[in-house]
């Protein structure tokens, strides 16, 4: 989402007149867009910027320019914008986008270009794309769940859903200029409605099958979802949209219900199970070949405050149970001004580092057994860089292959065979260039 949201900062200042630049030394702004997820992100960011101001201070001294200012935007607690507002220029709520002129104008910038006046959201901005051949979408932002570890709610605001004339638009224009991989995304895709004078029209499953039906050769993948709000209708569109890659990120977060819901996630672990029962079962009945094969991937903390140790064991239970593709495991990390702020921090953090290695063991175990079933077939890759003398990849399953190649392939649909399988991904050989 940060990614997408800097693509649209860089659009706001284009139209406003000015170019972007790789070189962070020349740039008359510099605009650092936060994210306040973990702490250990927050703490990385701050000492990022302090040096960068650090560092201009110096520069500028030497040389007599002026110092660029700098700008700071995205997720920021109230605790954080005390220290950092000390080492930048100002700071903007993403939402206040479109008051950029007036805040640049604040800090001394001159804009050459006018901007469009006819824009309402920052959402509409159009955004500077990352040129590659993935783009990212948001459908929708912000989040009205108030899961009890979370500050997005309070940084992001409450969910509002683009209108998906507006969605659609983007997605052919992208299709066109040779995009292969879009990404629905919002913090909670299935919660997505496009409203007509206030009634709702189009839901997550209608706007699957409507992007699917935009013309041309291109994968469709969206995240994240909510196992409270995805619906059986939205699984079957899912399935039957054969642009979806079958792929899903489904966080589960706890195996235990009773940390479900002291996490304020209102699902039980049976009716999580169901959901991916469900969804595995749907791809069965309408997908063909390796399409038929679910791969599932999902979010889980650990040491959530009072996780006891038979709490604990109920998660592993879970995770080897599901058999998960993939899964990022973080040790619970206590945000000012969520609610499970309030509660007692009682894990160690040894002791979460220690559950942590546990649960990455087993989802390495059911990764490198979903893996193996790749070995010896053939698979559609979209190659997406290329390191030292390998091409990166990606499997419609979200693997991440690597293989040799003397033809230059990235930004390329191609065919390989696969030949090893590791927890962490796949290597190939080259079958064919699409
Ligand atoms: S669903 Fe929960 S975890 Fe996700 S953004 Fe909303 S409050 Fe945060």
Redesign the pocket.
């Known amino acids: 989402m940060n990614k997408s949201d800097s693509e649209r900062i860089a659009g706001a200042l284009n139209v406003l007149g000015f170019n972007k630049t790789t070189n962070a030394d020349k740039a008359d702004l510099v605009i650092f867009n936060l994210c306040s997820i973990r702490q250990s992100a927050i703490d990385r960011a701050i000492s990022k910027i302090k040096n960068f101001a650090e560092s201009k201070i110096q520069i500028s001294n030497i040389k007599s320019s002026p110092k660029p200012k700098i700008l700071l935007t995205g997720c920021i607690l109230n605790k954080n914008k005390r220290k950092l507002e000390k080492v930048c220029d100002g700071i903007f709520k993403i939402d206040d986008l479109l008051e950029l002129p007036t805040i640049l104008k604040k800090i001394g910038l001159k804009t050459t270009k006018n901007p469009n006046s006819k824009i309402r959201h920052y959402l509409d901005i159009k955004p500077d794309y990352e040129i590659g051949p993935s783009a990212y979408i948001p459908i929708m932002t912000g989040?009205n769940?108030?899961?009890s570890y979370?500050v997005?709610?309070y940084t992001r605001g409450r969910e509002i859903s683009r209108p998906a004339k507006d969605i659609l638009c983007e997605i052919k224009t992208l299709v066109k200029k040779g995009v292969k991989e879009i990404w629905l995304l919002g913090?909670?895709v299935n919660s997505y409605e496009s409203k007509v004078q206030n009634v709702r029209e189009i839901d997550f499953a209608e706007l699957l099958k409507m992007v699917n039906n935009i013309k041309g050769n291109f994968w469709i993948r969206f995240t994240?979802s909510?196992p409270k709000d995805l619906t059986n209708e939205m699984i079957e569109s899912f399935v039957k949209c054969q642009k979806a890659t079958p792929y899903l990120n489904l966080p589960i977060q706890s195996g235990n219900d009773e940390i479900l819901k002291a996490m304020n996630r209102p699902y039980s672990v049976e009716k999580y199970k169901k959901l991916i029962k469900k969804t595995r079962q749907t791809f069965k009945k309408y997908r063909k070949g390796q399409e038929k094969i679910l791969s599932l991937s999902t979010d889980v903390i650990v040491g959530f405050p009072g996780e006891t140790k038979k709490q604990f064991q109920d998660t592993k239970k879970t995770l080897k149970e599901i058999g998960f593709a993939a899964g990022y495991i973080s040790p619970y990390s206590p945000r000012p001004q969520s609610t499970a702020f309030k509660l007692k921090d009682n894990i160690s953090p040894s002791e979460k580092r220690k559950r942590k290695k546990e649960l990455v063991k087993i989802i390495e175990n059911s990764a490198l057994r979903f893996n193996k079933q790749f070995v010896g077939k053939n698979v559609e890759v979209l190659v997406f860089d290329k390191k030292n003398d390998f091409f990166l990849g990606k499997t419609r399953h979200h693997q991440v292959i690597k293989f040799l190649s003397d033809k230059d392939l990235v930004d390329k649909f191609i065919n390989l065979k696969v030949t090893k399988a590791t927890a962490y991904g796949l290597q190939g050989e080259l079958t064919k260039v699409c």
Do not use: A, D, G, K
Request: glycine share 0%; hydrophobic share 20%; charged share 0%.
């Open positions: 989040c769940n108030f899961c979370c997005v709610p913090q909670n994240s909510h």
